[in-house]
């Protein structure tokens, strides 16, 4: 528990260690404590050094006398930890250096949302493979809309209008995301996220499907139309909170997908997708 909280507070193991040496044996050189602790003397020195500025090691000189063999007095320096209350003022300290920090980044927060506006979001891929890969991609889509509930409706552009969507989840309106099936790919989706919809209809996302192939039953709060009923199309996607996924087989079979995060992509797959489903 005591190394739980130390590395809470923020010391990583060496610096536990020096720390709770230099508690075990009191007044005592580098040299011993990093013996104790079993940190080479070096390393020892510097931690100590970064323990002092944390206030919870202080140190002091003593010197020894060497008459007898005829040289000169010399200084030895010792480190001693201070009680241990003395992390709960550290706590403090660094809670105060924290409030001063956010003060300091809240007036830095217009220039540098200016330079990110300036320089442009620029469009970020992300590559999964195997099963795996894909449950990471159905996670990502359940998390995003999870925390983006409020999309603008299609209505306001001519699109369909916005699905109603009445219990489980957050019960909003309008938390959708569209989808081009391939039947060829669909069945890795469901091996890899087999409680998607489940988990898609608790969380109160909804989506629309335009199907290439055969398509599946509705599981609620989902709409469906086919583009072609007969013939697949190599690549599934999904076009979500500002992302397109897109999902298909490599060349040894094994499926692959990437995320590409960019908000004109989005818009302009969305416009696609939205012109397409109005003609069906």
């Known amino acids: 528990m005591i190394v739980e909280n130390l590395l809470q507070f923020g010391l990583d193991e060496k610096e536990i260690s020096v720390y709770l040496a230099s508690i075990s044996l009191g007044p005592a050189p580098a040299s011993a404590i990093a013996k104790q602790s079993q940190v080479n003397r070096g390393t020892t020195y510097d931690i100590l050094e970064r323990l002092l500025k944390l206030g919870v090691v202080s140190f002091y000189k003593q010197y020894q006398s060497r008459s007898t063999s005829g040289g000169k007095d010399q200084k030895k320096q010792y480190f001693v930890a201070e009680p241990p209350q003395k992390l709960l003022d550290a706590v403090e300290?660094?809670?105060?250096?924290?409030?001063?920090?956010?003060?300091?980044?809240?007036?830095?927060?217009?220039?540098?949302?200016?330079?990110?506006?300036?320089?442009?979001?620029?469009?970020?891929?992300?590559?999964?493979?195997?099963?795996a890969g894909l449950r990471i991609i159905l996670q990502d889509v359940l998390a995003t809309m999870s925390n983006n509930p409020s999309q603008p409706p299609l209505s306001l552009r001519g699109g369909v209008p916005p699905l109603k969507i009445r219990g489980g989840g957050r019960g909003v309106m309008n938390s959708t995301y569209y989808v081009y099936s391939s039947s060829d790919i669909k069945q890795y989706l469901y091996k890899a996220y087999s409680n998607f919809n489940k988990d898609r209809i608790k969380a109160g996302v909804a989506n629309r499907v335009i199907a290439f192939g055969k398509g599946g039953e509705l599981a609620g709060l989902d709409e469906r139309r086919?583009?072609?009923?007969?013939?697949?199309?190599?690549?599934?996607?999904?076009?979500?909170?500002?992302?397109?996924?897109?999902?298909?087989?490599?060349a040894t079979g094994e499926p692959v997908g990437v995320i590409i995060e960019d908000q004109g992509l989005y818009e302009t797959q969305k416009m696609i997708f939205e012109f397409v489903w109005n003609k069906l």
């Open 226 to 250: 086919c583009l072609s009923e007969k013939e697949s199309t190599p690549t599934y996607m999904i076009i979500y909170g500002g992302k397109v996924a897109m999902i298909s087989l490599s």
């Open 93 to 131: 300290n660094k809670k105060r250096s924290l409030d001063t920090l956010k003060v300091h980044i809240s007036k830095s927060l217009p220039e540098l949302e200016s330079l990110y506006e300036k320089s442009g979001a620029r469009p970020v891929a992300k590559y999964y493979e195997g099963s």
